[in-house]
């Protein structure tokens, strides 16, 4: 399968490219983005074309039979269903986008075309996280839930890359790190039914869910946390007990598992757990906590 890329900020250069530019399985067919001097400088690396414009993106998406994202979600959405279109199978960037109609419109592209999708949400992919939430997901009886993702992107001394991000800036840690939460807690506990949003300081959102099985969980994001108090942890208590993960996981090997999905996916015909329609869910359950913090 030939992969172009979209995108070639530093989530791209950190974890995309080097997954399909390390990937015995897939073709790395070429950079698309923006700016042509980052497209020219990450295509170089690995020594694949560097496209830029609206007549760059339509050639790529020409010589490719997939696509993955990483550029802002509101400049993804609109991008996935051109690609699409162009017969290209899709591997999104979270969130599919931050207003559910043009979720909607993508995901709906998507069916329309005919071609496989899956939306890269690192927990879901890595696999010691991956198998963990399948065991808990088979033993079921869960009572609640409670997961926290502390970044420190926007403490006073973070020297992230990601920092710099206008998306991240505006949109906070709710809609960068809402969708990993979400794609946690709703294998295990089900599809979210109900939704009660508050603030904290800075961009801490805390979020109290209802779950489709009766189960409740919560919920704690920021970018702002200090830097020694970064992490994430996630728990399920239910009738066997309480049951906790707590680990970092190597985004770019959890990226290539991501592509290996998204090729059985492509080559069997059959629908991801995490395709661009679980993708439009996330989008709905955050816009609909976003909405009651006004």
């Not at 979209?6 to 974890?15: C, F, L, Q, S």
């Not at 997954?19 to 015995?24: S, T, Y």
């Not at 992230?160 to 794609?183: F, M, Q, V």
Request: with cysteine.
């Amino acid at each position: 399968m030939r992969v172009g890329l979209v995108g070639a900020g530093p989530w791209a250069e950190r974890t995309h490219a080097p997954a399909l530019g390390g990937h015995d399985g897939v073709a790395f067919a070429g950079v698309w983005a923006r700016r042509e001097e980052a497209a020219q400088a990450l295509g170089g690396r690995y020594g694949v074309p560097a496209l830029t414009g609206e007549d760059g993106i339509d050639a790529l998406f020409a010589v490719c039979d997939a696509v993955a994202f990483a550029v802002p979600p509101d400049v993804q959405a609109p991008l996935v269903g051109r690609a699409a279109r162009a017969g290209c199978h899709v591997l999104l960037d979270k969130p599919v986008a931050t207003d559910p109609t043009a979720a909607r419109e993508a995901a709906d592209a998507v069916a329309r075309a005919g071609v496989a999708s899956l939306v890269f949400c690192t927990m879901r992919f890595a696999r010691a996280s991956r198998d963990w939430l399948a065991e808990q997901a088979a033993k079921g009886g869960w009572f609640t839930g409670r997961t926290h993702w502390y970044g420190s992107l926007f403490a006073a001394d973070s020297d992230s890359p990601y920092a710099a991000s206008p998306w991240r800036r505006e949109k906070g840690g709710l809609w960068d790190l809402g969708p990993h939460a979400l794609a946690a807690l709703v294998p295990v506990l089900g599809d979210v039914t109900e939704v009660t949003a508050a603030r904290g300081p800075a961009d801490t959102v805390h979020l109290v869910l209802r779950h489709a099985g009766g189960a409740s969980s919560t919920v704690t994001l920021t970018l702002s946390a200090p830097a020694r108090a970064q992490g994430v942890g996630l728990e399920f208590v239910g009738e066997e007990g309480a049951v906790s993960l707590t680990e970092t996981w190597d985004a770019v090997a959890s990226f290539g598992s991501a592509v290996d999905a998204l090729v059985e996916s492509a080559r069997t015909g059959r629908a991801h757990d995490c395709d661009i329609r679980f993708g439009l869910r996330l989008t709905e359950v955050l816009a609909a906590a976003e909405a009651q913090l006004g």
